[in-house]
């Protein structure tokens, strides 16, 4: 009993980290809204990225913890290490100001991110 309890637990950080990371990413496209209209859209941009690169890390180290103790699937690790490779490039590609690139890799990481959160 004990044990799935623990396991429960792990995967509701796990759905708490994915949760975080589609969040993280949907305000950036309210931010790169923002970047078009006003003058502090950069910095808010800017720092929202941070924020989702670090959303990311937290959704590979939850993956991690839920599938190493709890003997679950390691699934979750290869979704998590994937969206944290799309979150490097969408990063490399903001900085290069490559948006023809940069816009339809954040939708496509938006719809990824709802659907592993829908799995969840």
Known sequence: MATQATAQRRFSYLRIAITL?????F???VSAGLLLTSSYGEALHSAGARVMY???MLYVLAAVLAWKPG??????IRHA???LALASVQVVLGIAHIPSLHLPLGVLMFG?????????
């Open 21 to 25: 990371q589609t969040l993280t990413i």
């Open 27 to 29: 305000l950036q496209a």
């Open 54 to 56: 670090g959303a990311s």
């Open 71 to 76: 003997g679950g699937s390691p699934r979750p």
């Open 81 to 83: 290490s994937g969206f």
């Open 112 to 120: 990824l991110s709802v659907l592993a959160l829908a799995r969840r």
